[in-house]
T-cell receptor
Framework: AQSVTQLDSQVPVFEEAPVELRCNYSSSVSVYLFWYVQYPNQGLQLLLKYLSGSTLVKGINGFEAEFNKSQTSFHLRKPSVHISDTAEYFCAVSRSGGNFNKFYFGSGTKLNVKP | EADIYQTPRYLVIGTGKKITLECSQTMGHDKMYWYQQDPGMELHLIHYSYGVNSTEKGDLSSESTVSRIRTEHFPLTLESARPSHTSQYLC?????????????FGSGTRLTVV
């Protein structure tokens, strides 16, 4: 079975500072990894995904994530955050489930960017 | 611009009432999903559909029911709402069975049962 752990429920950071949001997963099979962002009162929006190939994945809004198979991690990073990055971020794992693609989500990390 | 729409965005309703949460998508996606989201918790899959006339229960047991009579429409119904049903409900769709195909999410319905 798959599970996704986001250790930090909240991350406060000052504007223009770097940030890392941690995600670890457990899986006995190959998985595909995603980060979603949820702005206040909105649905989830795909930020980036790792399918295969280069372990460093670049997404929208200047975010990137690095897949580390040995550590089963997929941490999200941004070198300089903006106030507008304040949102909740969800890490997710996907596996093939026959007729559908099933996602397992972490519990989310709230990023609070302060001026 | 959203291609998947959920209504209502917010709903406060009394115990025992029947409610239907609407979800519609304009992308022609076969696969649709309902997730339940509680603060500080993982999103839990409660229902999914492969296509018209196919529905399945997800990982989290739910007293809600769903139907899929049309490709674009995947409503969720609670016959008798209870305070324990208070949560945010997210609808999603995807156009492919391959595991790397991401979901498109709606904006959610925040349900409060009093």
């Amino acid at each position: 079975a798959q599970s996704v752990t986001q250790l930090d429920s909240q991350v406060p950071v000052f504007e223009e500072a770097p940030v890392e949001l941690r995600c670890n997963y457990s899986s006995s099979v190959s998985v595909y990894l995603f980060w979603y962002v949820q702005y206040p009162n909105q649905g989830l929006q795909l930020l980036l995904k790792y399918l295969s190939g280069s372990t460093l994945v670049k997404g929208i809004n200047g975010f990137e994530a690095e897949f580390n198979k040995s550590q089963t991690s997929f941490h999200l990073r941004k070198p300089s955050v903006h106030i507008s990055d304040t949102a909740e971020y969800f890490c997710a794992v996907s596996r093939s489930g026959g007729n559908f693609n099933k996602f397992y989500f972490g519990s989310g990390t709230k990023l609070n960017v302060k001026p | 611009e959203a291609d998947i729409y959920q209504t209502p965005r917010y709903l406060v309703i009394g115990t025992g009432k029947k409610i239907t949460l609407e979800c519609s998508q304009t992308m022609g996606h076969d696969k649709m999903y309902w997730y339940q989201q509680d603060p500080g918790m993982e999103l839990h899959l409660i229902h999914y559909s492969y296509g018209v006339n196919s529905t399945e229960k997800g990982d989290l047991s739910s007293e809600s029911t769903v139907s899929r009579i049309r490709t674009e429409h995947f409503p969720l119904t609670l016959e008798s709402a209870r305070p324990s049903h208070t949560s945010q409900y997210l609808c999603a769709s995807s156009g492919d069975t391959t595991p790397w195909y991401g979901y498109t999410f709606g904006s959610g319905t925040r349900l409060t049962v009093v």
